[in-house]
């Protein structure tokens, strides 16, 4: 619509070559934009892009990050991750409406990937070859650290690693992923105690 919007108006003003737009120019037109979903390729708008100072740290993802003792070096940095991420996402669903079947697929590879790592956490805790907050913590790295190298890509090319990061970081926040062994343990006994406290 746009782009008709633009040569109706250069029609009436003159500022065409011819004042019909022919059959011809209208394919053309159409067959780029039939091109343009299909190509399928969604870009890259968040790499360069830092948030502001006044974004708020997601609480849930802090909690995450504070019961494998990550320190606020990592919330700082998780927040950074996940700010991205979203920002890049919610242009993808604005602009491309063929991105959301992507979106999804991604995050159920994303949590494919996390929950392998997570069973092995686990066990390792529960065997006692590992403290729960150095498996967890163990984890949170690998979100951060190689699960951009580990896990497949949004599309090929894909070469921001703030994707895979943030969205990590966003599903910790949602509890679908977390980085201490008994993470969901934890959330049920602050809820707890947080309705005893009320």
């Known amino acids: 619509i746009e782009w008709w919007d633009r040569e109706v108006a250069k029609s009436l003003l ?9 059959k ?16 399928d390729r969604l ?17 849930n993802m802090a909690r995450q990050i504070q019961w494998v003792e990550g320190g606020q070096r990592w919330i700082e940095r998780a927040k950074k991750a996940r700010w991205q991420s979203r920002g890049q996402r919610s242009r993808w669903l604005e602009e491309s409406p063929t991105s959301v079947s992507k979106l999804e697929k991604f995050d159920r590879t994303l949590e494919e990937e ?3 790592r997570f069973e092995d956490r686990q ?6 070859q590992k403290s729960a907050v150095a498996a967890g913590k ?5 979100s951060y650290y190689d699960a951009p190298n580990d896990v497949p890509t949004i599309q090929p090319g894909w070469q921001s690693l703030y994707l895979i990061r943030g969205t990590y970081q966003d599903m910790a926040n949602d509890f679908t992923v977390g980085w201490h062994p008994e993470f969901e343990t934890l959330k049920e006994s602050e ?3 947080s309705e005893s406290s009320d």
Do not use: M
């Open 14 to 22: 003159g500022q065409r070559a011819t004042r019909e737009i022919g």
């Open 138 to 142: 163990e984890l949170l790295n690998w």
């Open 24 to 39: 011809a120019e209208l394919q053309t037109k159409c067959s780029e934009l039939i091109a343009v979903f299909h190509e």
């Open 43 to 59: 870009p890259d708008d968040f790499s360069d892009i830092y948030p502001p100072d006044t974004i708020e740290t997601p609480s």
């Open 114 to 116: 996390w929950r392998d």
């Open 123 to 128: 066990a390792e805790y529960r065997e006692e």
């Open 191 to 193: 809820h707890d105690d």
